[in-house]
């Protein structure tokens, strides 16, 4: 026979339930000094409000199995846009944008551009807001301006994430070079991999104008000595997060079978964050293939093994 307190318990939490949505909050570092306000600004209007304190770095990364464990109703994610994952919890973006001053920077670059006319503009979503004057700004000085139709992980047109490149692949044919316009190197760097067109890097932050042609061909330098060392490993190591956004364990499978019948040893390593300390412990791989986030080959210098891109392992089982 059941004891009616904990009939009753079970009836109070049932209640709960139905009275309030839970909800769990996951902010990117830079916004988790604003989580509390964030939080009571939530609460106010009846949720309860769990808050996800594990790095987020991207849309991608959906904290499903925290949510799950929260019993939550509905994840909410700041400063992401929309993106294509699945979640059997709905999942609401809310998008962070940081207005910024732009003239006195850009026009610092309009001096570099030079005699470049035709100029493709692209951002991160934290100043996409802003691209439409940015490009006023650039026409009212003389040029062309084009802004490419973004790919299939990204929500707006001229907005880049590095795992999207289309606003840049949409117009490489049709423009002389493109400006970067945000902070960091990340998107910068990648964007300029993504083209053989010359990419200027245009910090609000920091007010500074640099072309990326140097950090290009040093990563396309490290890249090249990647894919040499792999050639002769016998051992691979497929990483695969389970991130929602990341999870292709299909890819996975897909490369493991590649490589074995290429007369390799292969095997599948899952992991939700990558920590190089463990990565690192698995001495008997030679190679590893990163079919999560491109993100991670940013960080090859804390792999004691050479760290490949799905496309990179291709060429060398076709070689
Ligand atoms: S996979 Fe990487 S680059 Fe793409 S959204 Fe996620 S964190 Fe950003």
Not at 283 to 286: A, I, K, P, Q, T
């Given at each position: 026979m059941r004891d009616s307190s904990s009939d009753f318990f079970i009836f109070i939490i049932y209640s709960e339930r139905r009275v309030f949505v839970r909800i769990l909050l996951q902010l990117p570092e830079g916004i988790k000094s604003k989580a509390l306000r964030i939080v009571q600004k939530l609460e106010k209007e009846g949720d309860e409000v769990v808050v996800s304190c594990s790095p987020c770095?991207?849309?991608?990364?959906?904290?499903l199995e925290e949510a799950r464990r929260c019993d939550a109703d509905r994840i909410i994610q700041y400063g992401h846009s929309e993106f294509p994952v699945r979640s059997s919890i709905p999942v609401e973006f809310v998008e962070y944008r940081t207005p910024v001053k732009f003239r006195a920077v850009l026009s610092k670059a309009v001096k570099e551009l030079g005699g470049y006319e035709r100029i493709g503009i692209v951002t991160t979503v934290q100043h996409i807001g802003q691209i439409g004057e940015i490009k006023k700004f650039l026409e009212g000085k003389g040029k062309k301006v084009f802004i490419g139709k973004h790919g299939?992980?990204?929500?707006?047109?001229?907005q880049i994430l590095g795992c999207d490149w289309g606003s840049i692949k949409d117009i490489e044919n049709t423009v002389d070079c493109f400006i970067f316009f945000g902070g960091g190197v990340f998107h910068a760097l990648g964007g300029a991999l993504a083209t053989e067109k010359p990419l200027l890097a245009v910090d609000p932050f920091s007010r500074s104008v640099r072309w990326m042609s140097e950090e290009r061909t040093k990563e396309l330098r490290r890249r090249k000595g990647a894919l040499l060392a792999a050639v002769g490993a016998k051992n691979f190591g497929i990483i695969c997060s389970t991130k929602p956004g990341q999870f292709n364990f299909k890819k996975a499978l897909y490369l493991k079978k590649l490589l074995e019948e290429g007369g390799r040893k292969a095997c599948i390593l899952v992991c939700n964050e990558l920590n190089f300390e463990s990565l690192n412990n698995l001495?008997?791989?030679?190679c590893f293939v990163n079919?999560?986030?491109?993100?991670?080959?940013?960080?090859?210098?804390?792999?004691?093994k050479p760290i490949l891109g799905v496309d990179e392992i291709k060429k060398i089982i076709k070689k």
């Open positions: 770095y991207g849309a991608c990364d959906v904290a299939k992980k990204a929500k707006y047109d001229g001495l008997e791989f030679d079919t999560a986030c491109p993100r991670i080959a940013e960080d090859y210098a804390r792999s004691r």
